[in-house]
């Protein structure tokens, strides 16, 4: 814009001068008094000062005007909430000036709170799903123990159901608020040294009876690691992992554990013999909500390797997953804090 707009007003000066000194030298010429000389020379310059004004009335319009009222009523859109506004840029991207830029700029954060509106909705969506289930229970299987009718034994059977749903409501919202802290903190955890390896061993612990229970075989090869790190966070990498291969596994299999030094830096690996995850999927698995099976559905509500991702992302390590269907999966994890 500036190049084009510093010739039309070049341009524009120099006729307005040229005709001016013509015009005065026809002038001179054609023997006028004085004072005819001067009228003659004022009317030219008034009238060359407006034909001067109209030109750069026109090219405001063209070059300043159209583009800010174009931007002014999307501006307008977006503020109203129409997240569809999308403008053209004016110009090919090798000649763009600064109104194309503004209208790039524009265009992608239109983009980023659409992509944001629809994150939330559907946040909110999942939310409100996984929410239903547990109280529905809850609210029948109360109903039900109201009933003097029944007997004992179907009482504690109620009694359990009951017990489950609210727990799967209470791992929902501590997961949900978790989640939430992760995301909205600007402060990185406070970091302190611990022995990763036995952190890892106390989590196993915790699986020890569900492992049992599915005649689940454990094998564990940890290296003596210290590490600087979040034990907090890194507990919820842990548990999420092992309590997926536990989940996963069918009755008899097996799953290993293995910490490694390596140079410097902790490998640790989670490797099930479990349905397995297909390439598709492996994809999506760290997305908020997504579960493969739903037949599983009931057991979790997809947060956990959500979690999983966003502590290894505030960590600054690296989680990398790969499987086979039908054999297994093995998750890696690598943190840079050893000491
Ligand atoms: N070890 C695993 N083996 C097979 N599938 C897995 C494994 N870990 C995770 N998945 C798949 O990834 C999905 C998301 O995992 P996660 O976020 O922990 O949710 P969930 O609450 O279902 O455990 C699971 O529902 C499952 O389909
Ligand atoms: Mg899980």
């Not at 090798?94 to 265009?107: K, R």
């Amino acid at each position: 814009m500036t190049f084009v707009g510093f010739l039309i007003f070049f341009a524009t000066i120099s006729a307005v001068i040229t005709v001016a000194v013509l015009i005065y030298d026809v002038t001179k010429n054609a023997d006028l008094d004085n004072g005819s000389t001067i009228m003659v020379m004022f009317l030219v310059i008034v009238f060359l000062s407006l034909a001067c004004s109209v030109v750069d009335m026109f090219r405001r319009k063209i070059m300043v005007e159209r583009p800010v009222n174009e931007i002014l009523s999307a501006t307008e859109r977006i503020t109203k909430g129409d997240f569809s506004v999308r403008l053209v840029p004016l110009h090919d991207y090798e000649h763009y000036d600064e109104f194309d830029l503004i209208i790039e700029n524009l265009n992608s954060m239109v983009a980023t709170l659409e992509k944001n509106e629809t994150l939330s909705k559907d946040f909110i969506s999942n939310v409100s799903h996984e929410l239903k289930t547990p109280l529905a229970v809850i609210k029948n299987y109360s109903e039900a123990l109201s009933l003097s009718t029944l007997d004992e034994q179907t009482r504690q059977k109620y009694l359990l159901t009951l017990r489950a749903a609210s727990s799967k409501l209470s791992t929902l919202i501590s997961n949900i608020l978790q989640l939430n802290k992760l995301e909205n903190s600007k402060l990185s955890p406070e970091k302190t040294t611990f022995r990763l390896d036995e952190a890892i061993a106390l989590v196993l612990l915790r699986y020890e009876e569900q492992m049992d229970k599915k005649n689940i075989e454990l094998w564990c090869d940890m290296d003596e690691v210290t590490l600087l790190s979040s034990a907090d966070y890194l507990d919820i990498v842990w548990s999420n992992l092992i309590s997926n291969a536990v989940k996963f596994t069918p009755d008899g299999g097996k799953i290993s554990i293995t910490l490694k030094n390596e140079n410097g830096r902790a490998v640790v690996k989670v490797r099930d013999t479990g349905e397995g995850i297909s390439q598709k999927d492996g994809e999506r698995i760290f997305e908020k909500f997504y579960q493969v099976d739903t037949s599983h559905s009931g057991e979790g509500n997809g947060l956990g390797l959500a979690l999983v991702k966003k502590v290894i992302d505030v960590l600054g390590g690296e989680i990398t997953v790969s499987s086979t269907v039908g054999k297994g999966t093995e998750f890696g994890i690598t943190l840079g804090d050893v000491v």
